[in-house]
């Protein structure tokens, strides 16, 4: 199914596979008739993934950090339309996708931190004293 995408990394591979249930989810609420709703949630849902797909190929540590930020605050903006759909009248369930976006952030959070504590720049900023 998806032999473009890097199944032995676990955070472009759930990213990947999350934009498809987004684009699923969208689709259904088209359908629906919730066009605006469908919008927002599609281009936070499926940034998700572009962003993680992009920090593959960083031009330094700081970059990768950076765009692995975007996709955790792309996450976030995601969860809040989700949380909108769950708790709205006529919206398919949520759950499936919520509980995937909850492993995508969680590893997000991870990948974040480890990335950040593992720079030369923040080792010499705790050294400072500064962090």
Not at 118 to 131: D, K
């Amino acid at each position: 199914m998806m032999t473009e995408v890097d199944q032995n990394n676990p955070i472009v591979r759930h990213s990947f596979e999350f934009a498809l249930m987004i684009e699923s989810f969208c689709s259904v609420c088209c359908d629906k008739q919730k066009f605006d709703l469908a919008r927002q949630l599609f281009r936070a849902g499926t940034s998700i993934g572009a962003n993680v797909w992009e920090a593959q190929d960083p031009e330094s540590r700081a970059d990768f950090i950076y765009k692995m930020k975007i996709a955790a605050k792309e996450a976030r903006e995601t969860q809040f339309w989700l949380l909108i759909c769950k708790y709205s009248p006529g919206y398919p369930s949520t759950e499936p996708i919520l509980q995937k976006l909850s492993e995508i952030r969680k590893l997000l959070n991870a990948i974040i931190h480890s990335a950040k504590r593992q720079s030369p720049y923040t080792r010499l900023l705790s050294f400072l004293g500064i962090l």
